[in-house]
Nanobody, 115 residues
Framework: QVQLVESGGGLVQAGGSLRLSCAAS????????MAWHRQAPGKERELVAR???????NYADSVKGRFTISRDNAKNTVYLQMTSLKPEDTAVYYC?????????WGQGTQVTVSS
């Protein structure tokens, strides 16, 4: 059974930083992609950042230059370093691993940015 466990969320003031982590347990082979999504109240879940096996990354326009995604393959862990946080970054953040043909999701971690 594969499980993803996120950590690092919390309450931070605007302009602050947080680092999210997502670690996978269980049998993980050949993770193709790791990603972070977020869902704000009343809004659809959206992709924030993704990193694929070769190291290529892509980001939502709203977070470019502020967020950095990275991965530690040996630890089956993905990170999201968030800086210059804004109130509109407030959401539940979910990690997601693609191990073809399966997709796994974490339970979510709340990030709240106060103005």
């Amino acid at each position: 059974q594969v499980q993803l466990v996120e950590s690092g969320g919390g309450l931070v003031q605007a302009g602050g930083s947080l680092r999210l982590s997502c670690a996978a347990s269980g049998i993980i082979r050949s993770i193709y992609a790791m990603a972070w999504h977020r869902q704000a109240p009343g809004k659809e879940r959206e992709l924030v950042a993704r990193i694929i096996s070769g190291g290529t990354t892509n980001y939502a326009d709203s977070v470019k230059g502020r967020f950095t995604i990275s991965r530690d393959n040996a630890k089956n862990t993905v990170y999201l370093q968030m800086t210059s946080l804004k109130p509109e970054d407030t959401a539940v953040y979910y990690c997601n691993f693609v191990v073809a043909p399966y997709t796994y999701w974490g339970q979510g971690t709340q990030v709240t940015v106060s103005s």
